[in-house]
């Protein structure tokens, strides 16, 4: 039985300019890079006008290496999932050809993002396989913008620290919440507030 | 600045099974008739083995016209955040060109899933724009597969219900259950233990 019109397809891919942004060739050896290069991913996304203030990055710690990025992709692509968190997901697990970054035959990841996880994000952590997250503006920095970030309670980073996740909270937290002010001034959309 | 290889690309799509399973042209006017629909697209996904025990769609809620339906497919397209809501979620905002589902110029839209939604699923609904949620299965069900479903309080469902959005709980709990049992028997995979 087939209707029309035929099924949606949801394709995921970055915007244009990410080459011109991020240097897949070096590594990222300091936490400070790592989210320095997270951070440089939301910037380029209000400065380009692609979709909301916030990036993510996803390393193999012991080397460094640059896995994927994700920059928040929700306006542009139609999709409410597309955070930027998600999106690094997303890629890492395919160029890895993966459903989780803990498998046995993987070094261990991390993520970095430019902002406190919302609760999607943070529960899509959980299943992502990352060991590590490093975030750098807080909820309450993208709450000034009127970003919602949903119901994520100290209890939520409890659950995750039990089972091995460890946070380290606000990574060069003026440079990230600088890149949520200069979407306020722009006059972004606030998709979900 | 090129890498190799180049930039990987996400694309969701449903198996193939699915215009055999689901009928797009029906409405489905009362809650059991949706709900008996996410159930089906859950068993399907097991009988065709391309999928965890999780079925869900998405309808108008004023018509019961279907608008996109979903099935777990973290295994199958190497994806952890492929969960059913989600891929409805995804799925139905790409059919209607819209980031939220509650656009001004769209019908109400609600949920239906098979078994109680995880912490990025519940998450998610709160961006996806639905207003009612109507799940089967509850937690435990899962849990007894070692199923994890995350950082979920009852905190969190009063944030969502605080915003807006109904939640209905074990509607046909027992045939999503057997669903997931029927997971079970057949030594299907648990990604997310």
Redesign the interface.
């Known amino acids: 039985?087939?209707?029309d019109p035929p099924?949606?397809?949801?394709?995921?891919?970055?915007p244009d300019w990410?080459?011109?942004v991020v240097?897949?060739?070096e590594a990222y050896p300091t936490d400070e890079e790592r989210m320095r290069l997270a951070i440089a991913v939301a910037r380029a996304n209000v400065e380009r006008a692609t979709g909301g203030p916030f990036g993510a990055a996803i390393f193999e710690a012991p080397s460094g290496r640059l896995v994927?990025v994700g920059m928040n992709s929700?306006?542009r692509?139609?999709?409410?999932?597309l955070h930027g968190e998600?999106m690094a997901?997303?890629?890492a697990?395919?160029?890895v050809?993966?459903?989780?970054l803990n498998a046995p035959h993987l070094p261990v990841h991390e993520l970095f993002t430019s902002c406190e996880p919302?609760?999607?994000?943070?529960?899509?952590t959980?299943?992502?396989?990352v060991q590590r997250v490093v975030y750098g503006a807080a909820r309450q920095d993208a709450s000034r913008l009127h970003f919602?970030e949903?119901?994520v309670?100290p209890?939520?980073y409890q659950?995750?620290e039990e089972r091995g996740i460890r946070i380290v909270r606000n990574g060069l937290r003026d440079e990230a919440r600088a890149v949520l002010e200069m979407y306020r001034a722009r006059g972004g959309k606030i998709?979900?507030g």
Chains 1, 2 share one sequence.
């Open positions: 039985m087939k209707r099924h949606p397809v949801v394709h995921v891919e970055y990410v080459d011109s240097d897949w060739k994927a929700v306006v692509l139609n999709n409410c999932a998600m997901f997303m890629m697990q395919q160029r050809g993966s459903f989780t919302c609760a999607m994000c943070l529960g899509a959980l299943w992502s396989g919602e949903g119901p309670f209890e939520s659950y995750l998709y979900n």
